[in-house]
């Protein structure tokens, strides 16, 4: 199914899986920091931010299909803002491309660098994704001192969506195995709420099994983490590189 | 409704995280004391069930052939209480951020606070407010329904507010607002419906699970009024300001096609004034390479002196594609001849 | 000492049906004791009232200590408990976080819990497996890192609900061997005829919250009468 794939890749292995999470999480933080400081009106500039997690996609041997797609899928609801400038932003001007030369409005270039700097910042995140073990994340938020009860839940969160999507799909199928017409909006309202309800007394029920299980291994509130981490030469050069790019980025932007 | 981080501008970015990491502290200070045991796997259950219920879309009433599904923060809200209620549906928001890539990281801060924190407490107040300690059905179902659908359009409003206040967008906020009002008014009125309807079911069958959250916290009735009169002032008097505030951009764009008029300029360097109060952005928007304002429209500055910037740009995109066509093709060779590396 | 004593054992469930009905028995430590018994046969209740879980009328005994909520602490680092389902007992984001979850409880030292970890991992065949998401694994790998939860805090007495549920018959056979390589008091409630036939040393078959028979696989399982009465199938033998 769909959703088991999502993280499939973040527990292949390569010189990019292997690096460590706290640094992956920095370098993508900041990288998408500077993708939104960027000018507002220079598509090269922002197009310049997708080769860094272009390359770190191929060296995590990531399908570039793959991840294309995920960005087509997100991508219609800030196209449609984006092109909104279009109408908005119709100042005449003309564009200097190398031997190319065109006159434009800058609601043109407008949204193009939108488009450009989303497409960039949505690579660095599925970069960081499809190579860091979602645990791992857990263990660097658990490090930068995010409140501990927030770790549990995300962790608990993230052990259990797939759970109960699954029975969620079970749910689904067995409703479409029955159905051989479509009711009267009511009706169908009446059903899917029952569908969801029962999904949400059976989520229940799973929640009293966790807890048993928790306290008959000896959970009695207190909660531990066995989370370690050691910080390698290969992390430092991944952090040097890293920095190198975006201060290079950071300078052509305030050329401008 | 997810907020993605182009739209913002480096300080509102900044200022939200922050907002939104120190709303989130509170909350998170406030579910430890109170938390039992049992409750740490329910709350992450919850969590996961409001993935699981996105998954069953239903048709929406009177509009055939679409469809909706259940947004979930009203409803964890009532059944958890507004502080669990709040951290659950933040720890959703970041799932879906971080595994699932709906809104960008830096804009995790304004939509923690745009689908978490806002609708949790609104939400959670409104509802407390309508019911007042009473158990009758008819009005079970209106406090559901009212808090649904005026938290998601809270939330909605919250978009154009941000975007507004960082200025990326050329896109006037009154349109922004009104349809993003307009098509959460259908989204938001759905949500009360599914939430009616899941309750109602759990009412039926599990009546235990929600027996607890009417009997607790009966009292404060004062201090949900304030935390609901609160925030409905702020969101009137930061919509009617920001509402006010967009008119000069509404005309700018009339005298931009007409830059004979004489007022086009100081109207311009106005707007420019506007985006300077982000130091970041204002020291980038202007950009030699492009020729543009605060050149008057019609003719380039001189083409000679942006020439070789035209280059640069070529240069450098050229250049960026035939490294990222390189590193593909070296890395399928590679893989090709050493298929299990 | 005996490894678990119960007398007199009532259970009700909330909506007040009947559990569990004055049920007695006594487990000797290293047996391995198999419930059988139709679904809703109280197998489950009876499981759970060896943890602690259930909260009922008479006495349960755990390696002499009373399961009162004062001696809880000290019966779960003796009686590990494995639910029915892998999903329920599998709730940390890795299967090393989760199998050291138990050893982290009690307090172990960062190195012998990484042993711990290890050795369960190794005894159960999923060493190469210590840091994936459990949604990565398969039913039968689930149900074999669900064990190893419970093998790490290195119980003397196992209860496990339906181990080889969802099984294919070679995963089923695997768990047999895991199952009987292992020295620990085991008590295992099964539906499967031939699992339990294969592993018993004691079967004990449950009825309508009571205790109906209790002796060797071979004089219970080949009862045609008495197993059919129950709605059970004999052993393929």
Redesign the interface.
């Known amino acids: 199914m769909h959703h088991a794939h999502i993280d499939k890749f973040a527990y292949q292995d390569s010189p990019i899986h292997r690096l460590d999470a706290r640094a992956k999480l920095a370098v993508t933080l900041i990288a998408t920091l500077l993708i939104v400081a960027l000018p507002r009106f220079s598509p090269d500039l922002a197009f310049y931010t997708w080769l860094g997690p272009f390359v770190l996609l191929v060296l995590g041997r990531i399908p570039i299909q793959f991840v294309a797609k995920h960005i087509l899928w997100a991508l219609p609801f800030i196209l449609v803002l984006a092109l909104t400038s279009l109408w908005y932003d119709r100042t005449e001007t003309t564009i200097l491309f190398g031997p190319f030369q065109w006159h434009s409005t800058m609601g043109w270039l407008k949204c193009l660098t939108l488009t450009a700097k989303f497409v960039g910042s949505m690579l660095a995140l599925t970069a960081l994704i499809c190579t860091t073990r979602f645990s791992d994340l857990l263990m660097v938020l658990q490090r930068w001192h995010v409140p501990e009860i927030l770790v549990i839940q995300l962790g608990f969160l993230y052990r259990y969506i797939f759970v109960l999507i699954d029975k969620a799909h079970h749910t689904k199928q067995a409703r479409t195995l029955r159905t051989l017409k479509r009711l009267p909006t009511k009706q169908e309202l009446r059903i899917g709420a029952a569908m969801i309800g029962s999904v949400l007394v059976q989520s229940l029920d799973t929640s009293t099994h966790i807890t048993q299980a928790m306290q008959a291994r000896g959970f009695t509130g207190q909660w531990h983490s066995p989370r370690q981490f050691h910080i390698k030469p290969a992390d430092w050069l991944f952090m040097a590189i890293a920095t190198l790019y975006i201060g290079l980025l950071l300078h052509l932007g305030s050329m401008y | 409704m997810h907020m993605a981080n182009e739209l913002l501008s480096v300080p509102v970015a900044a200022g939200t995280f922050a907002a939104a990491g120190i709303g989130l502290g509170v909350v998170c200070n406030r579910v430890k004391q109170t938390i039992s045991t049992d409750q740490l796997g329910l709350m992450g259950i919850l969590g996961a069930f409001v993935f699981a219920a996105q998954m069953i879309n239903l048709p929406l009433p009177g509009l055939p052939g679409t469809s909706g599904h259940l947004i979930g923060a009203v409803l964890l809200a009532i059944l958890l209480g507004p502080h669990a209620g709040a951290l659950v549906v933040s720890s959703i928001v970041m799932v879906q951020c971080l595994l699932f890539q709906d809104g960008g990281l830096l804009a995790l801060g304004c939509n923690i606070i745009n689908m978490a924190l806002v609708p949790s407490y609104l939400g959670f107040a409104l509802y407390r407010l309508i019911l007042h300690q009473t158990h009758d059905t008819w009005r079970f179902n209106l406090a559901v329904m009212a808090s649904a659908l005026i938290t998601v359009l809270a939330g909605a409003i919250l978009v154009p507010m941000q975007t507004a206040l960082s200025g990326v967008l050329t896109l006037p906020f009154s349109t922004f607002a009104w349809t993003m009002l307009s098509v959460h008014l259908v989204i938001g009125l759905m949500e009360g419906i599914i939430t009616v309807a899941v309750l109602a079911y759990v009412r039926q069958i599990r009546p235990d699970i929600l027996s607890h959250t009417s009997e607790s916290s009966t009292a404060g009735r004062g201090k949900l009024l304030l935390v609901t009169l609160g925030m409905v002032t702020l969101f009137l008097s930061a919509f009617v300001s920001l509402y006010a505030s967009d008119r000069p951009d509404g005309l700018e764009w009339s005298y931009a096609q007409r830059p004979d008029q004489p007022a086009f300029e100081s109207m311009v360097q106005a707007h420019e004034q506007a985006k300077a109060l982000d130091t970041l952005q204002s020291k980038y928007t202007l950009l030699p390479d492009y020729a543009r304002r605060p050149v008057p429209m019609g003719h380039i500055n001189t083409e000679d002196a942006t020439v070789s910037a035209g280059w640069t740009s070529f240069a450098g995109v050229v250049g960026s594609l035939v490294t990222m066509a390189a590193v593909w093709g070296t890395a399928l060779l590679i893989r090709k001849k050493t298929p299990n590396l | 000492m005996t490894a678990i004593d119960i007398k007199d054992f009532s259970f009700h469930y909330p909506d007040g049906t009947p559990a569990l009905n004055r049920v007695s028995l006594s487990i000797e430590p290293g047996e391995k004791v198999l419930l059988i018994g139709p679904n809703g046969a109280g197998k489950s209740s009876l499981l759970?009232a060896m943890?602690g879980?259930a909260q009922g009328t008479g006495s349960v005994v755990v390696e002499g200590l009373k399961v009162t909520k004062k001696n809880?602490?000290a019966i779960?680092?003796v009686l590990?408990?494995c639910?029915e389902?892998p999903?329920?007992?599998?709730?940390?984001?890795?299967l090393?976080?989760d199998i050291?979850?138990?050893p982290?409880?009690?307090g172990l030292s960062?190195a012998e819990?990484?042993q711990r970890v290890t050795q369960a991992l190794t005894t159960v065949g999923l060493a190469d497996k210590a840091?994936?998401?459990?949604?990565?694994l398969s039913a039968g790998q689930k149900r074999a890192a669900a064990i190893a939860?419970?093998l790490s805090?290195a119980p003397r007495i196992i209860t496990l609900d339906e181990p080889d549920g969802s099984l294919d018959p070679r995963r089923r056979i695997e768990l047999q061997t895991l199952l009987k390589s292992l020295t620990q008091t085991l008590v295992i409630a099964t539906c499967n005829m031939n699992f339990a036939y294969a592993l018993a040393d004691r079967v004990i078959l449950v009825d309508h919250g009571q205790i109906v028979a209790d002796g060797t696989a071979q004089t219970i399982m080949t009862d045609r009468a008495l197993m059919e009465t129950h709605g059970l199938e004999l052993p393929a033998l």
């Open positions: 759970l943890a879980f809880l602490k779960r680092q590990g408990c639910l389902n999903d329920d007992q599998l709730f940390m984001p890795t090393f976080e050291a979850f138990g982290l409880n009690m960062q819990i990484e840091h994936k998401p459990p949604h990565h939860t419970v805090m």
